[in-house]
């Protein structure tokens, strides 16, 4: 943005002009590289959100979820907010006032959980493991044994706070032995690690665009099995909020006798998704992991070889995140405004209690390739 | 989509090809005609969500975003959901459980923010007029006398269902006197007609991207007066939603000493709506509002003279937005889908009590040009 003023200037001067952003290189926790045919997508002329055309693409972008997701539930769709609102919606359609949540904490997501379920009037049951290991699956059988009562056990597959990733498939287990619905947060699991909703019967399970899908932020992805959507159904108490509220959702994105009318569906946004969805069923899903974990390798012992130490054990470590501690003597914000501007290239910075300490290298979608872990490797070289 | 296939046939040959939206001319009530200046600034690079140059991008949409609204107000931002999200978000911060709020319903989205008071638990009293016809100010002014207890007064400035404008600056004096908080939806107001939050003393004010902005929908404009903040801020019972506390948005929003990760951000639409809010600003809110004028007294001309009726009185038609009664014989469905195929001209139908009986034509930002409106004639006249 070389030309552009300062907000104080341009007011005095009353001049704006198009913003014209330095391309990046987007290694961090999210978003990570936009796919030139999802930016083409994306650019195609907008038509009307109840267009026939439109509904024919709302549902082919039903059944490539479905594919992505490895699901059959009926109830999948994308929603018209970011990745924090798919959460919130899963909480506001599954949850009533007084119900019983145990949800697990391992991180910044873990804890964004924990603050839904105290809004929505819920009874909050915490289990917390340190940040940057996964959920302690035994802790959450004990914990599920002595409260039966539960309703939900909630917790995040693929933490984008630590890098780690939670053992999904057991802990979708131990729920169904406990009759509790769970609520998975998969927003940067999609497309980048193994995800099968259906073979480990998770319940709702959510996910984002801007991850490894390599499209721009701004929507979500869900979905709801039979028993969920039972659920939502069985409710006494409507959902609080409107917009996310699942059954008028589903009037519009469901094709059955026509659309309602709910809200004005974010159309280009929607060209994106269906675009990076053709472009992962092509690839294939077992590939696009394999793509992921095989990068993954490659970065690590270049990082490694650079004197960075992983937080993760190497069972729990997301390909797609990688959590480094910094060697001694590396400042923090300095070396990473450092590669932002002489290599266009950013890593994330630590959250929480990792904030200062440790980088987020992103190897997310499109981004999981040989030339950005050149790139990244060779920018930190140069900083160290 | 020419080589699209159904959802079935799609399944079982596995096969799916990027969509390739047919152009179409918009004259509904939004999603308009998206201007080729907003397009292409959504296509330039993704960065992220915390780059230094994003910042800058948003301290510019934040002044821009106080032109469009005429107002100084602090709190003036945009919401990563569409328009009903920015209507949940004015309520879901200003009214706690038992709050008693006055809403004016003269048509869907009056309907809508009723929906939002009874789910948030607030006390609904309701003054209805017909549709078609603005709030009755007389209504209005005798309810606020009987509930000299109550905290808001909300209403629609611009009835997308119906084309009715009603007298915001007389509400919001009626509010001031009885010490109400006005909530004012401005979703198809921003940019088309005259709208003076300041001038009129508005207090939470909303938009969106999709109308007289020329931006693909998907994001929503806010602004709180400092009244309304300071309301937000005594407020007893946090807000139930994480993802439209105005309060997390801020501390994102806000540059004051740094910004605090809330969600990703929709970077690409960022683009969009500062190009628009640019474009705008180019050519001056007061010039845009009488091109919209004058483009509907020509579209309006045209279409009396072809045997259609206006619903509104000419004193409160919104230029935008024109609400017409089909001539008899003429058939809704049939003539709509018609003009698609061979104009790629799309109109609104009516909703509810209007379903089947009116067009709304939309005359919305870049479309509200002479162009368009012999294409709209001339597609109508071949299907009368």
């Known amino acids: 943005m070389v030309q552009a003023l300062t907000t104080d200037e341009a007011s005095v001067t009353n001049q704006y002009v198009s913003f014209q952003p330095t391309p990046r290189t987007l290694m961090g926790p999210g978003p990570?590289?936009?796919?030139?045919r999802v930016s083409a997508a994306m650019g195609r002329p907008t038509i009307g959100h109840l267009d026939p055309e439109f509904q024919q693409l709302m549902d082919e972008i039903k059944s490539l979820l479905r594919y992505a997701f490895k699901t059959e539930n009926k109830l999948t769709l994308p929603l018209s907010a970011p990745g924090s609102a798919a959460m919130e919606s899963a909480f506001a359609n599954l949850l009533q006032p007084g119900d019983k949540a145990v949800v697990c904490v391992n991180g910044v997501f873990g804890g964004r959980m924990a603050e839904n379920v105290r809004r929505m009037g819920g009874e909050l049951v915490l289990v917390e493991s340190p940040w940057g290991s996964p959920v302690d699956v035994a802790a959450v059988a004990k914990t599920l044994a002595e409260h039966g009562d539960a309703k939900?056990?909630?917790?995040?597959?693929?933490?984008?706070?630590?890098?780690?990733?939670?053992?999904a498939q057991a802990l979708c287990k131990l729920a169904q032995e406990h009759n509790c619905l769970t609520i998975v947060d998969a927003v940067t699991s999609l497309g980048g690690i193994e995800l099968d909703v259906d073979g480990w019967g998770a319940d709702v399970v959510y996910s984002g665009t801007q991850k490894c899908l390599s499209c721009p932020p701004g929507i979500s992805l869900i979905t709801f099995s039979d028993k969920a959507a039972e659920a939502v159904k069985a409710r006494t108490v409507p959902v609080q909020s409107w917009f996310l509220d699942l059954s008028l959702l589903m009037a519009y994105w469901d094709g059955d006798g026509g659309r309602t009318y709910h809200h004005t569906a974010p159309v280009n946004a929607m060209y994106g998704l269906h675009e990076a969805l053709l472009m992962l069923h092509e690839e294939g899903l077992e590939a696009s992991w394999q793509r992921h974990a095989d990068m993954h390798q490659k970065l690590a012992s270049g990082l490694t070889n650079l004197g960075f130490e992983f937080v993760v054990e190497p069972e729990y470590r997301l390909p797609q995140l990688n959590l480094v501690r910094l060697p001694a003597g590396l400042d923090d914000a300095k070396a990473r405004a450092s590669m932002l501007a002489n290599f266009n290239l950013e890593v994330g910075a630590g959250l929480g209690e990792f904030a200062g300490k440790?980088?987020?290298?992103?190897?997310?979608?499109?981004?999981?390739?040989?030339?950005?872990?050149?790139?990244?490797?060779?920018?930190?070289?140069?900083?160290?």
Chains 1, 2 share one sequence.
């Open 152 to 167: 939900i056990l909630a917790f995040v597959h693929s933490e984008t706070s630590t890098g780690a990733r939670s053992d």
């Open 32 to 36: 990570s590289d936009v796919h030139p």
């Open 358 to 384: 440790v980088w987020r290298i992103g190897l997310m979608g499109q981004a999981a390739c040989d030339s950005n872990i050149a790139l990244c490797l060779a920018a930190i070289q140069s900083v160290k």
